[in-house]
């Protein structure tokens, strides 16, 4: 079964760096991407960062230029650097993987983490 188990959260202050990291398992015989999403109070889930299987990366707008995501495959896990943090940044951040393909149901299923928490201060 796919599990995803989110950390690095915490408070920061404006122009501040956090990286959270996402640890995945159960997921080495699916093809798969990879996506943080974040959630601020009373707004809806919106994208922030993508990671396929070969490295290739995406970002929304309002994070292009201040944070990176990456993979380490050897021990399944994602990483969202986010340097130059805003207030605006302050969001329940939540990793997903999104399955394309593989043996099994889950291969072609998405699961989300429980989510780790970025609150932005001045």
């Known amino acids: 079964q796919v599990q995803l188990v989110e950390s690095g959260g915490g408070s920061v202050q404006t122009g501040g760096s956090l990286r959270l990291s996402c640890e995945v398992s159960g997921v080495s015989d699916c093809r798969h991407y990879m996506s943080w999403y974040r959630q601020a109070p009373g707004m809806k889930r919106e994208f922030v960062s993508t990671?396929?299987?070969?490295?290739?990366?995406s970002y929304a707008d309002s994070v292009k230029g201040r944070f990176t995501i990456s993979r380490v495959n050897v021990n399944n896990t994602i990483y969202l650097q986010m340097n130059s943090l805003k207030f605006e940044d302050t969001a329940m951040y939540y990793c997903?993987?999104?399955?394309?393909?593989?043996?099994?149901?889950?291969?072609?299923?998405?699961?989300w983490g429980q989510g780790t928490q970025v609150t932005v201060s001045s």
């Open positions: 997903k993987f999104v399955g394309v393909g593989g043996p099994r149901d889950d291969c072609r299923s998405n699961f």
């Open positions: 990671i396929d299987s070969s490295g290739t990366t």
